[in-house]
């Protein structure tokens, strides 16, 4: 099984940077987080859980939405099964709560029903 837990959330000013962190903890016998292709996700109130971003296993091939394209890096350690979201220039259509997720497919996609396991969501409100 997956577990990820992620922080760094909270409330901005429009302008400001934050870094989400997702901290995996993997207990299956066969696969370790470095072996997850990893996405964000965010979902505001009444609206649908929109795609951000995503990353290959190796950290080597990106995608964003774009939306955040320019303004948003995904990153992740391998060595401390850890993934991360840093948001600069925020903007308040960035408020939603934000989840990360993983992936057991070799290829980035962006569809939430394609990711295995999500997180619990950490909330970011950007004021304007």
């Known amino acids: 099984q997956v577990q990820l837990v992620e922080s760094g959330g909270g409330l901005v000013q429009a302008g400001d940077s934050l870094r989400l962190s997702c901290t995996a903890s993997?207990?299956?016998?066969?696969?370790?987080?470095?072996?997850?292709?990893m996405g964000w996700f965010r979902q505001a109130p009444g609206k649908e859980r929109e795609f951000v971003a995503t990353?290959?296993?190796?950290?080597?091939?990106?995608r964003y939405a774009d939306s955040v394209k320019g303004r948003f890096t995904i990153s992740r350690d391998n060595a401390k099964s850890t993934g991360y979201l840093l948001m600069n220039s925020l903007k308040p259509e960035d408020t939603a709560v934000y989840y990360c997720?993983?992936?057991?497919?070799?290829?980035?996609?962006?569809?939430?029903?394609?990711?295995?396991?999500w997180g619990q969501g950490t909330q970011v409100t950007v004021s304007s």
């Open positions: 990353i290959t296993y190796t950290g080597g091939s990106r």
């Open positions: 997720a993983a992936d057991s497919a070799y290829v980035l996609r962006t569809t939430p029903d394609n990711y295995n396991f």
């Open positions: 993997i207990r299956t016998f066969s696969r370790t987080f470095s072996s997850y292709n």
